[in-house]
Every structure is written in structure tokens, then in C-alpha cells.
């Protein structure tokens, strides 16, 4: 294994999404090369400084065993549909395990908005910008304009929203557009523009502030999704993911305006 190859996979690596053969082959090459192998401790290290700072919310026992009951119940069977999709061939092979994770949030996610809600209040928009994002990863509602292509995505939010949000084109630092849409959270119509990282779907969610100051992100959790909230040149930036905190960190650094 080549030190690029490696390298490539380490955030896949950490997020366990690799099989066991492709673990061991760079588990031996992270033994043996320390350039790598301290590339790999950072990635873990900023995971674990990033998780030591969020808010997190913790589902009741009552809950998980109502979700788990939920979840064991036999399924009625379901024909296979078509996706509902412009996606291409690679697109299509993450969308899959996708809308059966997505199946599973809906089934949970009803109950534990509701949970989040009774223990904070003050979270409303975490928790519609959580629904959005959930509904999202629903085959066929990812994006209103399917692009990769910045120039074809923003000028599609003229109108639509009142806001002109930065789309930057990141394929090339592994973050490629997928095309944006509009959703509704607090009581806007908001620009949501939608990036993937591997299998990860990343939104990214901005709407105008009337609050002129800025804020430093601000990470939480909830059902296994991470989110970044900041405020920065009056919108309200929020990013929602199920991928490595390290990560979307980068990411985050990547689209969100600096002071
Ligand atoms: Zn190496």
C-alpha cells in the first residue's frame, strides 16, 4: 500500500466504514510508516478534542427499547421502487444503504425530536435543522437542482431565497456538489446546499440573521448526526452530517465565511 492510498483512506478508516481486509492492509502500513500513522493520530486527536467540546443529547432507556421494539417488528413487504433521482451511477451506490439509514432515522427520529424538545427547549432550530437534514436522505428530496456545478447551483437560489449564499466548488479537496434546494426552518425559507464526502451526505443550511454579530461554531450531537452552527456576516451558516466530526470540521473551515 502506497502512503497516497492510505492517506485517502484514513477518514474512512475512522469512520469503520472499511471492510476487515482493507483495516488490516492499513493497519500494517500505519505500523510501518510514522508519516501516516501521524496523520492518522491528528485525525482521531481533533475528533476527540472536537467531541470533548459538544452538547450532546442522550436518548432515555425507555425510548431506545420503544425504537429498538419498533424496528424488530415485522415489515410489511415493499416492492422495490424506482429512485427518484438525477443522480449518476456512483451517486446511486451511496443513495442506496443511504435511504435504508434514512428508513431507520424516520422510524427513530419522530420520537427522539420530541424527547430533545422536553429536555431543551432552546435547541428548536437544532432540532428542525435535524429534521431537515433526515428528510433529506429520503430518496428523491437530496436536492430541488441536482448539479455539480456552483455556477448552475447559485444563481438557482435567486428568488427563491432572500440571500445570495456562497456555493464554492471543493471537488478537488474531496467535497463534491451534489446541488442545492430550499428548505424551512425557523420560520425562513432557507438555502440548502448539499455536499457529499465519501457515502456522507453533507447539507449545509443559510439563511439571513438579523443578529449582525459573529459567533465561533458551535458543535453538537444528536442520534449520531453532528452539527456546526455559526453566525458569521449576518446568516446563519448550520452544517449537518453523519460524517467524523475531523472532518466536517475541514469542511466547515472550507464554507464557512471567515470574520
Ligand atoms: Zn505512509
Not at 427547549?121 to 456552483?150: C, F, K, M, W, Y
Request: hydrophobic share 40%; aromatic share 6%.
Amino acid at each position: 500500500m502506497t502512503c497516497a492510498d492510505c492517506l485517502k483512506n484514513l477518514g474512512a478508516l475512522v469512520d469503520e466504514e472499511l471492510p476487515s481486509g482493507e483495516i488490516a492492509r492499513i493497519e500494517e502500513h500505519l505500523a510501518n510508516c510514522t508519516e501516516c500513522a501521524a496523520a492518522h493520530q491528528q485525525l482521531l486527536d481533533t475528533s476527540a478534542r472536537l467531541k470533548g467540546g459538544l452538547m450532546r443529547y442522550k436518548t432515555p432507556d425507555v425510548l431506545k427499547a420503544r425504537i429498538r421494539a419498533s424496528l424488530t417488528e415485522p415489515q410489511r413487504e415493499e416492492r422495490p421502487r424506482p429512485m427518484v433521482l438525477h443522480a449518476t451511477g456512483s451517486e446511486r451506490r451511496w443513495m442506496r444503504p443511504l435511504a435504508a439509514a434514512a428508513m431507520i432515522a424516520i422510524v427513530s427520529s419522530g420520537l427522539t425530536f420530541a424527547a430533545m424538545r422536553d429536555r431543551a427547549p432552546a435547541n428548536a432550530v437544532q432540532s428542525e435543522v435535524l429534521a431537515s437534514h433526515i428528510r433529506s436522505l429520503i430518496p428523491g428530496h437530496l436536492t430541488d437542482v441536482a448539479s455539480n456545478d456552483q455556477h448552475n447551483v447559485k444563481p438557482w437560489f435567486n428568488g427563491r431565497v432572500n440571500l445570495s449564499p456562497d456555493v464554492p466548488r471543493l471537488d478537488s479537496l474531496g467535497f463534491p456538489l451534489v446541488g442545492g434546494r430550499v428548505d424551512y426552518i425557523d420560520g425562513h425559507n432557507v438555502a440548502t446546499i448539499v455536499y457529499t464526502r465519501r457515502q456522507h451526505v453533507i447539507n449545509v443550511f443559510v439563511w439571513p440573521s438579523t443578529d449582525r454579530s459573529n459567533t465561533s461554531p458551535e458543535v453538537s450531537s444528536a442520534n449520531g448526526y453532528n452539527i456546526i452552527h455559526v453566525r458569521r456576516r449576518g446568516e446563519e451558516i448550520w452544517l449537518a452530517s453523519d460524517l467524523n466530526l475531523a472532518e466536517l470540521s475541514t469542511f466547515s473551515a472550507l464554507v464557512i465565511p471567515r470574520d
